[in-house]
């Protein structure tokens, strides 16, 4: 497959991943609109660089992302809580800063979000939990400043990498705020590795296994 980015039409070959410089917000919500139903190409906008990334994900990716979701749920269904989850969105702050997280969950502002079709960060909260795996791309935890997310999970090289929002900056930190009991730093590539080796229910079935019998 060629390489195409136009106002009219993006094509990217699997795993691709391309900068575009000196780009403005107009050119940003062009890209946005030109990708139409191509929800698995990533794009992100940063203001401070005037850059646009592009980025058509590995199928390898769909399905470590889709087992981390699903591991969250597990969490989340265990400590009894509810949430709202997204598997493809944009989260833009005007002008500023525009990414695509691999799925996100709305927590403990669920409720500020309920029945809406659209999530505006002008007058919305941000998700409580961004997720990102990162297999060709590497994703920066800075990108995430402008949107305020108060934790964003990094899964890259088998690894969870977890990072908490103190209002002006992401610091890594060995727990997560949301799921304090739970070492989710240590469980989690366990888990979705076993998914990727062994399949998505089998990995899921032990991973609630273990949390009814030790937390």
């Not at 940003?28 to 940063?46: G, P």
């Amino acid at each position: 497959m060629y390489l195409t980015i136009t106002k009219d039409n993006i094509d990217l070959p699997l795993g691709a991943e391309v900068i575009l410089r000196h780009q403005s917000w107009i050119d940003y919500q062009e890209l946005l609109t030109s990708r139409q139903d191509k929800a698995a190409i990533k794009i992100y906008f940063d203001a401070t660089t005037h850059e646009i990334r592009i980025i058509a994900p590995l199928p390898e990716h769909g399905k470590k992302s889709d087992t981390l979701s699903d591991l969250v749920k597990s969490l989340l269904r265990h400590l009894r809580k509810d949430w709202e989850s997204f598997d493809s969105i944009t989260l833009k702050r005007f002008e500023k800063k525009g990414v695509e997280p691999d799925a996100c969950f709305y927590i403990q502002n669920r409720e500020a979000i309920l029945g809406k079709e659209r999530i505006d960060l002008e007058s919305d909260p941000p998700p409580d939990l961004a997720l990102e795996i990162d297999l060709t791309s590497f994703t920066k935890f800075e990108d995430y400043t402008a949107i305020g997310v108060p934790e964003l999970w990094i899964y890259r090289n088998q690894t969870l990498n977890i990072y908490l929002f103190d209002g002006q900056q992401y610091r890594e930190s060995l727990k997560s705020s949301l799921f304090p009991t739970i070492p989710v730093k240590e469980l989690i590539p366990i888990y979705v590795e076993r998914a990727w080796n062994a399949g998505s229910s089998v990995a899921l079935r032990e991973f609630e296994n273990i949390l009814r019998e030790q937390y």
